[in-house]
């Protein structure tokens, strides 16, 4: 046991501190930017595939169904040695200066979670009655501007919870940028086992930082939706 312990304790001291701290701080920045692109999407996706033109409707349905139906790992993977294959020369090396390991999990995380968002946003919107649509465009406003004024911000009190889970989902997904080489906190794990041969202490830790993290975003998610609830009436 006491070998077990100073084992585990000898992973947080130089140099693997800074490893871990560094692929954390990689993971959380790659769930910012990822989320960031999946909730603005995500909600432009949702407001057009509630719009009255079929053709629209069709065509957001059919993302959804794509992103929805491919392991994210594959859409990572496309981005990283498709789609950067098909770009100018010019834009991939200046991809690649500025970090193409991170820059293509991030698009193709949050392009893939925005369908999931989508969803969320949707059946939101679904809820609000249609009594407050015809209210709101009866007053002069526009359809977009019924959306952001009116409906869409109860919509978003009401797809919280779904919304936390999709948020604490993406999180943890960010793992899968590990295949392309982003140096996240998986990653750096993985490094750390490689070096110490410490595969069970170096795995716990990355459990406790995941756990820890996913935690946290779901009481934060639940905090700010308990606050930002419709009153009954």
């Known amino acids: 046991m006491q070998n077990f312990l100073n084992a585990f304790i000898t992973l947080f001291q130089p140099p693997y501190d800074v490893l871990l701290l560094e692929g954390l ?32 409707q069709k065509t957001v ?9 491919v392991p994210m790992l594959v859409h990572i993977l496309l981005w ?4 950067s294959n098909i770009l100018p ?7 690649s200066a500025l970090g193409s390991e991170f820059i293509y999990p991030a698009i193709a995380i949050g392009l893939c979670m925005a369908a999931y968002f989508c969803e969320d946003i ?27 004024h009116v409906i869409l911000p109860q919509a978003l009190r009401v797809c919280a919870p779904p919304f936390i889970n999709h948020t604490v ?4 997904n960010t793992s899968l940028a590990m295949a392309v080489g982003a140096a996240e906190l998986t990653y750096a794990v993985r490094d750390i086992e490689n070096q110490t041969f410490l595969t069970f202490q170096a795995y716990l830790i990355a459990t406790l930082f995941y756990l820890m993290v996913s935690l946290s975003l779901m009481w934060l ?13």
């Open 80 to 83: 990283y040695f498709g789609v």
């Open 89 to 95: 020369i010019a834009l991939q090396d200046q991809l």
């Open 221 to 233: 998610g639940s905090y700010v939706a308990h606050q930002a609830r419709i009153p009954a009436r």
């Open 169 to 172: 989902l993406l999180f943890k």
């Open 61 to 69: 349905a059919s993302y959804v169904a794509f992103q929805r139906n």
């Open 122 to 148: 949707r059946s939101g919107l679904r809820s609000i009655p249609y009594g407050q649509h015809e209210a709101s465009r009866s007053l002069g406003m526009s359809y977009l501007k019924s959306m952001r």
């Open 25 to 56: 701080a990689l993971t959380l920045k790659l769930t910012l930017f990822s989320w960031i692109l999946a909730v603005a999407l995500g909600v432009l996706l949702a407001m057009v595939r509630e719009s009255k033109n079929i053709v629209c």
